[in-house]
């Protein structure tokens, strides 16, 4: 069965071409030299991103491979100005991350609803020939041509946005635990890889307080060199701000895969080690309190271990103070990515790219200028 969750589509864009001014004369009964009228061309559409709240994958965009906008209009006689190309606007789940696909190049980001960001901006419109009148040169027969329209092949990649991201082995209790603290019904079985698409959960705290919650597929060792579902999943909880690292009771050495998931998150973005950290050890309904007390001693000492047991409850509500604690805590602060540091990162999932562009080419302010025989006259 074909997965409803799209994290990576590939679309070609176009932005539309500025409409041609008209180098008319208007010469009509009681009026042989009327003299220059040409109207100025119209402006093509842009293509723009808007943030949308409604929408948390791709989908809707999957199988959309081109999006282009409209060309702007002529100009016509009698001062007739071109019509407007239409805008055409991309809506994309907050979160979404957009590379230029021939080159690699970070180019924007959409983090909340309703941000827009003009992705190809539309080519300007032609002035006609009216606007070229001058005392000593009443009647020119020239008018300028639209800017041209503006094409790219982009990559969105969407990484979630969410408060608590869970990092643990397969069958380690993620997807348990994310059924129990909140309303999400993610795919529970008892074989690895049961979560193949990440899922998101809103936990509800005190005092109508709330939180959102990240479930992504069991991580392995190797996971950033590609192995399992390799690191298709781990731009996922670049994003945020408190990891909630899950790791059996039953599990023969607790400080051991608690470092290879560590180590796993390092090889992917070093970065993710700056956020703050919580240790959670599931399925303690299985340990009894002196094995507890015992694996206490082993745990590390450098961030705070809770247990839990997400079948019977036990440790949830301590879970839940902490999360809430540690996300408040003045020093757990978000950190802005930037455009340097999500190139390093898309660099990890597109391979080598192709040898940066030049420099941009001169201003095209300058629009060039064309005879009235190279133009149609209205």
């Known amino acids: 069965m074909e997965s409803n969750f799209v994290d990576y589509v590939r679309i070609v864009c176009r932005s539309g071409k500025g409409g041609r001014g008209s180098a008319h004369l208007r010469h009509v009964k009681y009026q042989p030299n009327g003299g220059p009228d040409g ?48 805008d055409s606007y991309i809506d994309v789940p907050c979160g979404t991350v957009v590379y230029n696909a021939e080159t690699g190049k970070y180019v924007c980001d959409i983090t909340y609803d309703g941000q827009e960001v003009v992705l190809l901006p539309g080519g300007r419109g032609g002035l006609g020939n ?5 005392a000593t040169r009443q009647a020119p027969r020239f008018a300028q041509p639209g800017e041209p ?7 969105l990649e969407l990484k979630l946005l969410a408060d608590v991201g869970l990092v643990g082995f397969p069958n380690a209790g993620k997807s348990t635990l994310l059924s129990a603290l909140s309303s ?28 959102v919650m990240a479930d992504i597929p069991g991580i392995i060792e190797g996971a950033s060199e590609g192995k399992g579902l390799g690191l298709r999943f781990l731009r996922h909880i670049e994003r945020n701000s408190l990891l909630l690292f899950m790791v059996p009771g039953e599990s023969n050495d607790i400080k051991h895969d608690y470092k290879v998931l560590l180590g796993e998150l390092k090889k992917f973005n070093p970065d993710m080690l700056e956020k703050h950290r919580v240790l959670a050890i599931t399925k303690c309904d299985l340990l009894d309190d002196e094995l507890i007390s015992m694996l206490k001693e082993e745990l590390p ?10 079948v019977t409850g036990y440790g949830l509500d301590e879970l839940k103070d902490v999360l809430w604690r540690e996300l408040n805590s003045e020093s757990n602060k978000l950190a802005e990515i930037t455009a340097e540091d999500t190139l390093v990162h898309r660099d990890k999932d597109m391979g080598s790219f192709r040898q940066e562009m030049h420099d941009e080419e001169a201003d095209e302010d300058d629009f060039e200028v064309v005879d009235a025989e190279d133009l149609d006259e209205s």
């Open 301 to 310: 000492e450098d961030l705070p271990v809770v247990f839990i047991s997400a």
């Open 184 to 211: 999400a019904k993610p795919k529970i079985a008892n074989y690895p890889f049961t979560t193949l698409e990440p899922s998101l959960g809103i936990v509800s705290y005190r005092d109508g307080k709330s939180f």
């Open 149 to 155: 329209a503006q094409e790219m092949t982009v990559i």
């Open 130 to 134: 009216f606007q070229f009148r001058t």
């Open 39 to 86: 109207g100025d061309g119209g402006h093509g559409g842009s293509i723009i991103l808007r943030g949308n709240h409604n929408y948390w994958t791709l989908l809707h965009l999957k199988y959309q491979k081109h999006v282009f906008a409209e060309h702007g209009g002529n100009g016509g006689a009698d001062k007739c100005h071109g019509t407007d190309g239409k």
